[in-house]
């Protein structure tokens, strides 16, 4: 039972670029000797061949779960909440969703929600879990187990924090793939912008090391780095675009974005002011892959890539890590690899119905350790 709450290999050409830096996370010393060829070609092979996670324990029976939204509107949230919503039904759990719709005063309501309820689990969709640890620890103290989709800038737990499990792709791998592919595109020569949000931890993150690949690349220029919020693109994007065109010229060939949205409001700017839609300005996102990136992407239409992640399996993965903690046993410490989609490959996995849904078959094998 749900319930809802409003509170107030592909064909491309690569060419070996070296980027041999090392941006932090969990990037480890051999993936920053690889070149962005190679980065590139691996982002690009079959999902069918990735990993399940380790094992878990049966399902726990008769647990009530609130899953906790930043806000609906952001895709990314919606996207892993309705993962969630299946693999709640799979496991035989309850589930109640809370949208705090992006404001103090709704996480504040939410929070106190919570607090009340007293829920067996807590699942965080988009909040910054160092910036509400003492309500979390309190939420804790009732007895609640919380895990959380971007909840800080790391998969795994979250240090200082009572976060148990933050499910995510590692941001500084998927920030490299898409700055590679920049590199490998531009052969070396790009002129970069990169769009990022400065209120997310993650977003931050992310932005730096994609301008670390960047300024690695000797022949590659980095023009500027645009704090732009999110909720705020439809009415900034037009107008900077316009701005960034005058400033830079045919300098700008590629646009870098910690999410598909800033280039919902760049497109049009860029067909009005002449761009071509196709071997203009190359946008490229490190970001959740949303269905209009993949109705450019398919069009190659003022997208030509984004790294995006399985929104739906990470929905199951969060149900999983809290049945392991119910359990009493470690979380899996999975963490998936990066998948990068570009018009040769965007109809694969799941790509046809404008998502990413791996092929590794991950809801059989959770059925199967849950219900065995």
């Given at each position: 039972?749900?319930?809802?709450?409003?509170?107030?290999?592909?064909?491309?050409?690569?060419?070996?670029?070296?980027?041999?830096l090392?941006v932090?996370?969990?990037?480890?010393?051999?993936?920053?000797?690889?070149?962005?060829?190679?980065?590139?070609?691996?982002?690009?092979?079959?999902?069918?061949?990735?990993?399940?996670?380790?094992a878990?324990?049966?399902?726990?029976?008769?647990k009530?779960?609130?899953?906790?939204?930043?806000?609906?509107?952001?895709?990314?949230?919606?996207?892993?909440?309705?993962?969630?919503?299946?693999?709640?039904?799979?496991?035989?759990?309850?589930?109640?969703?809370?949208?705090a719709?992006?404001?103090?005063?709704?996480?504040?309501?939410?929070?106190?929600?919570?607090?009340?309820?007293?829920?067996?689990?807590?699942?965080?969709?988009?909040?910054?879990?160092?910036?509400?640890?003492?309500?979390?620890?309190?939420?804790?103290?009732?007895?609640?187990?919380?895990?959380?989709?971007?909840?800080?800038?790391?998969?795994?737990?979250?240090a200082?924090?009572?976060?148990?499990f933050?499910?995510?792709?590692?941001?500084?791998?998927?920030?490299?793939?898409?700055?590679?592919?920049?590199?490998?595109?531009?052969?070396?020569?790009?002129g970069?912008v990169?769009?990022?949000?400065?209120?997310?931890?993650?977003?931050?993150?992310?932005?730096?090391?994609?301008?670390?690949?960047?300024?690695?690349?000797?022949?590659?220029?980095?023009?500027?780095?645009?704090?732009?919020?999110?909720?705020?693109t439809?009415?900034?994007?037009?107008?900077?675009?316009?701005?960034l065109?005058?400033?830079?010229?045919t300098?700008?060939?590629?646009?870098l974005?910690?999410?598909?949205?800033?280039?919902?409001?760049s497109?049009?700017?860029?067909?009005?002011?002449?761009?071509?839609?196709?071997?203009g300005?190359?946008?490229?996102?490190?970001?959740?892959?949303?269905?209009?990136?993949?109705?450019?992407?398919?069009?190659?239409?003022?997208q030509?890539?984004?790294?995006?992640?399985?929104?739906?399996?990470?929905?199951?993965?969060?149900?999983?890590?809290?049945?392991?903690?119910?359990?009493?046993?470690?979380?899996?410490?999975?963490?998936?690899?990066?998948?990068l989609v570009?018009p040769?490959?965007v109809?694969?996995?799941g790509?046809?119905?404008?998502?990413?849904?791996?092929?590794?078959?991950?809801?059989?094998?959770?059925?199967?350790?849950w219900?065995?």
């Open positions: 039972m749900i319930k809802f709450y409003l509170v107030v290999k592909p064909a491309i050409a690569f060419t070996t670029l070296l980027i041999g090392s932090g996370g969990l990037v480890n010393a051999e993936e920053g000797k690889k070149s962005a060829a190679d980065i590139v070609l691996e982002a690009t092979q079959p999902t069918r061949n990735w990993a399940l996670p380790p878990g324990p049966k399902a726990v029976a008769d009530t779960i609130v899953y906790m939204a930043e806000t609906l509107l952001n895709g990314g949230i919606l996207g892993v909440g309705e993962g969630v919503k299946e693999a709640v039904d799979a496991i035989g759990w309850k589930l109640l969703v809370i949208d719709r992006g404001e103090p005063e709704g996480r504040s309501e939410a929070f106190r929600k919570i607090l009340d309820m007293k829920p067996d689990g807590l699942i965080l969709g988009g909040f910054n879990a160092s910036d509400n640890v003492s309500v979390l620890e309190e939420i804790t103290r009732n007895g609640t187990a919380i895990v959380g989709w971007h909840a800080g800038p790391t998969p795994g737990p979250l200082g924090t009572p976060v148990r933050n499910v995510t792709t590692d941001p500084m791998l998927v920030a490299r793939t898409a700055a590679s592919y920049v590199v490998v595109n531009s052969k070396g020569k790009a970069v990169i769009f990022t949000d400065e209120r997310y931890s993650i977003a931050v993150a992310k932005s730096d090391a994609m301008a670390d690949v960047i300024r690695a690349c000797s022949g590659c220029e980095l023009l500027g780095i645009e704090n732009v919020s999110l909720d705020k439809a009415e900034i994007i037009p107008e900077l675009t316009v701005s065109l005058a400033k830079y010229g300098r700008w060939t590629h646009s974005g910690i999410n598909d949205l800033y280039f919902d409001f497109a049009p700017a860029f067909a009005i002011a002449g761009v071509s839609a196709e071997g300005i190359a946008n490229i996102s490190a970001g959740d892959g949303s269905i209009s990136a993949y109705d450019r992407i398919r069009a190659n239409s003022y030509v890539g984004t790294v995006p992640e399985p929104l739906t399996l990470h929905g199951w993965q969060l149900v999983d890590e809290l049945n392991r903690v119910f359990s009493g046993n470690l979380d899996s410490g999975y963490v998936i690899p990066t998948r570009l040769e490959n109809d694969q996995d790509g046809q119905k404008g998502v990413f849904d791996p092929e590794n078959g991950y809801r059989d094998f959770y059925r199967s350790i219900h065995r």
